[in-house]
């Protein structure tokens, strides 16, 4: 409770925007709220990304100079600097915690308030200014911890129903929950491989581009750059594009859908896939208004489909992805298991195989949950510098039985006796 009365201040040097934003939201999650960003002149504490040429020049900077405020330096590599403490990345959380700890320790010591001690210490301005040290630098309102949430009194807006959309239920209507036991049978199999045995993993993907998947999300990013109502032509169903209102018409229910999503389009077959622009008057005429969808929410499920419980060619899984968001499970098809797996990539990036063994699912679950995540590009291989910033805590395992495992084990201790 202490930490969030008086959280350390802390400056951060050589990090971009993301980073920033990211490292401000982990000291404010996983580090509890033991330290703040604020603009470097306000700040008790320097951090630095000593991996960026930025952060290395800064830390450079400030470390020729007489310091009077500690610093903490992060790299993948060693770091010699004397007075400095240094952290080993991708950051565990009690490593940060144990430098934030240590900085605190060092500002007792040094006597007087940090407000006082800012006034002998800064970095080099104008190095600062062309760097973007602090992502809130140049903010009024820099001081104040990075939220997402707006203080501003909410403006009440008034709307007028339209009774046609209303009736959109296909659009508009309460996400499905699948369970596990009618997963298999909802989401179907792919004969001759077990996409929940380890040595089959680096067999268990699958190419969007050669299911109706893939043609449905190149049909979108063109109707999207013409900014015009579409029809692609699959020689099944027409599917109808409104990019604007970020719809879709297809006359055929989801047993039809599933069917046609899963089967593998022959490239004789995918050559004669086009799409063809049409009037605005046309693609809304005469259309049952109840077969309207919306984008996610289909491509989203088209991805179950033609995944069947495997991963995307693109992904490779021996490395982390990583999850943008939450996703809107409110409209989206909800895979057993997909809210745990969200809740776990939100944290920081993990492979495939550490998030089925850390939640103890089967990894089938994990990777359709990742395939429809990343057609929405919701997820991704985590490639980015701010992906490696810091390390997700680890998860324990509940040593909690169920009612029926503490009645199994109850009726296998008698037995024995």
């Not at 991996?51 to 800064?58: E, H, N």
């Not at 699912?361 to 990777?367: A, E, L, N, R, S």
């Not at 395939?371 to 324990?396: T, W």
Request: one cysteine or more.
């Amino acid at each position: 409770m202490d930490n969030i009365k008086n959280p350390l201040k802390v400056a951060l040097h050589g990090m971009d925007a993301r980073s920033g934003k990211m490292m401000a939201m982990y000291l404010q999650g996983p580090c509890k709220g033991m330290a703040i960003v604020v603009a470097a002149a306000n700040a008790d504490v320097d951090i630095f990304d000593a991996d960026s040429i930025s952060g290395r020049q800064l830390l450079n900077a400030c470390h020729a100079k007489d310091m009077h405020r500690p610093i903490i330096a992060m790299s993948l590599n060693q770091l010699d600097y004397a007075q400095v403490i240094a952290i080993k990345k991708p950051v565990k959380t009690d490593d940060m915690l144990a430098a934030l700890a240590t900085a605190k320790t060092m500002l007792g010591a040094a006597g007087g308030t940090p407000d006082k001690l800012n006034q002998n210490h800064r970095v080099d301005q104008k190095v600062a200014k062309d760097e973007a040290i602090s992502p809130a630098a140049s903010r009024p309102e820099a001081s104040k911890p990075i939220t997402d949430a707006a203080e501003e009194k909410p403006v009440l807006k008034r709307y007028v129903l339209d009774r046609g959309e209303l009736k959109k239920t296909s659009k508009h209507k309460a996400a499905m929950q699948l369970s596990e036991t009618g997963f298999g049978a909802f989401i179907g199999i792919v004969p001759g491989l077990d996409v929940n045995d380890p040595k089959q993993f680096k067999q268990a993907h699958y190419d969007p581009k050669e299911y109706f998947q893939g043609y449905i999300d190149s049909a979108f990013v063109t109707c999207h750059s013409l900014a015009q109502e579409s029809q692609l032509n699959t020689g099944w169903m027409p599917l109808i594009i409104f990019p604007k209102s970020h719809e879709v018409w297809l006359d055929a229910d989801d047993n039809q859908l599933r069917s046609f999503s899963g089967l593998v389009i022959n490239p004789a077959l995918g050559k004669k896939i086009s799409v063809t622009p049409i009037s605005r008057d046309l693609a809304r005429q005469e259309k049952a208004l109840e077969k309207y969808q919306s984008m996610d929410a289909f491509l989203w499920k088209i991805a179950c489909w033609a995944s069947k419980g495997r991963y995307p060619v693109n992904i490779d899984i021996s490395q982390p992805v990583y999850l943008k968001h939450w996703p809107n499970f409110t409209r989206l098809l909800v895979t057993p298991h997909a809210l745990r797996i969200s809740a776990l990539l939100v944290q920081g990036p993990r492979t495939l195989p550490s998030i089925a063994e850390s939640l103890n699912i089967k990894p089938q679950y994990v990777f359709v949950f990742i395939s429809a995540a990343y057609s929405l590009g919701l997820a991704g291989q985590a490639k980015r510098e701010s992906d490696i910033l810091s390390k997700p805590p680890e998860v324990k395992p509940s040593k909690k039985h169920g009612i029926l495992g503490r009645i199994l084990n109850k009726l296998i201790g008698k037995k024995a006796s």
